[in-house]
């Protein structure tokens, strides 16, 4: 699906739509390389689950509304649902894998972090040996999605062999999942507020659902994030309502429905008060 695309609105563009420049591909997956000089400026967001492997480069990849940038031998994540645009500058060469959800269901445990924990850190550098070992497998799914025998089994062994590598790299320098992983609690509810942020607001609910106080949660929080509950919970909404408002043609009143809001001015008030912009003026930037 494809929606409209002037100044107010996101396409969600789906794998299809780059079957006809890829490399090599089959139904579930497609494989492309960059070269040279490519330009993004409108956001957009896919229905399916990308990596981009860059050898030499150089630019700038938003994604979820934070610039990130473009260098020599990255790693790049991108979900299903979030929004991004990137101006890649020119001499630049990467390689692309784009993947359907279905077939990144048969890998997607080799990534040992959650998921937020890669959408909140999409860019990651690597060592010259972990950057030759993507290659390699990059490479070899190339050479199987060319052959006339391509075998998935093949394919989907070869992606679980690089979400094994890029989580080796993101383990040397992701440092929330590291808190996460020594504060079991902290983690659930991070899990918690991904399950429950359009219906539950209040750090109470997090807590009665850890079995733990509201106030012992917040000490959590601020000791080992260095932000509160509330704080936590505000972000993954305001992240969702960004999406919304830039990737739907859903009206304002409709997002604050969507995200829980009882009223469209109590969501408007929420978004100022987080962004300093309203729901409109983010739409027209």
């Known amino acids: 699906m494809i929606l409209p695309t002037d100044n107010k609105y996101v396409p969600i ?22 070269h ?29 509304f934070q ?13 299903p649902g979030q929004v991004h645009k990137w101006n890649i500058e020119p001499d630049t060469t990467g390689y692309q894998l784009m993947i359907d959800e279905a077939f990144f269901d048969r890998f997607s445990s080799y990534f040992r972090f959650s ?16 950057f030759k070992l993507l290659k390699y497998e990059f490479d070899a799914i ?24 890029v989580s080796k790299a993101a383990e040397q320098i992701f440092t929330g999942p590291k808190i996460y992983q020594s504060n079991p609690r902290l983690a659930k509810f991070n899990m918690l507020i991904d399950q429950f942020y359009k219906e539950h607001k209040l750090v109470a609910f997090y807590a009665g659902k ?34 919304l408002l830039q990737s739907t043609d859903l009206s304002i009143k409709e997002i604050a429905f969507e995200l829980g809001f009882v009223d469209h001015a109590y969501f408007s008030n929420f ?10 003026q983010l739409r027209v930037e």
Do not use: W
Not at 67 to 79: C, E, R, S, T
Not at 219 to 233: D, F, M, P
């Open 142 to 165: 190339k050479d199987e999605l060319e052959a006339e025998d391509s075998l998935q089994d093949v394919i989907s062994t070869r992606a679980a062999v690089i979400a094994a590598i």
């Open 67 to 79: 610039d990130y940038a473009i260098g020599d031998k990255q790693v790049h994540i991108l979900f």
């Open 210 to 243: 850890l079995n733990i106080s509201s106030n012992y949660l917040n000490i959590l929080c601020k000791k080992n994030l260095n932000i509160s509950a509330t704080q936590l919970i505000q972000q993954r909404v305001l992240l969702e309502a960004k999406r």
């Open 13 to 34: 563009i789906g794998i299809q739509e780059f079957r006809k420049g890829q490399t090599a591909g089959r139904k579930e997956l497609l494989y492309n390389e960059l």
């Open 115 to 130: 998921f937020t924990d890669y959408s909140n850190h999409p860019v990651i550098s690597l060592s010259e040996n972990n």
């Open 36 to 64: 040279g000089e490519r330009h993004i400026s409108k956001p957009h967001k896919h229905d399916f689950f990308i990596l981009v492997l860059f050898d030499r480069a150089k630019g700038t990849h938003n994604i979820d």
């Open 271 to 280: 978004f100022k008060g987080q962004t300093n912009l309203t729901p409109t």
